[in-house]
């Protein structure tokens, strides 16, 4: 359950995402994933760790989501690029 707003939270509806989920204490939110990218583009793994702080729970999951995001649309649009 956790998952759907950490991780997966930002994403577009429907991308496939393989992940794990954990909480330690109430105020350290974690989340690590493979995340597909559209188009048959491959996979971007995506870990995020927070240390404790004194953000609630919801905002630390807000900030999962935001960088697994970031992750996804940067990837994305580079996907089929070469250098």
């Not at 350290?28 to 996979?43: C, D, K, M, R, Y």
């Not at 240390?51 to 996907?79: G, M, P, V």
């Amino acid at each position: 359950e956790t998952g759907r707003q950490r991780l997966e939270g930002g994403l577009p509806r429907g991308t496939r995402v393989a992940h794990e989920t954990g909480t330690l204490r109430p105020n350290v939110a974690n989340g690590i994933g493979i995340i597909e990218l559209p188009g048959g583009a491959g996979h971007v793994i995506v870990a995020v760790l927070i240390k404790e702080t004194a953000q609630h729970l919801r905002a630390q999951e807000r900030a999962i989501a935001a960088i697994s995001r970031a992750a996804y649309d940067n990837f994305e649009s580079t996907a089929g690029r070469t250098n």
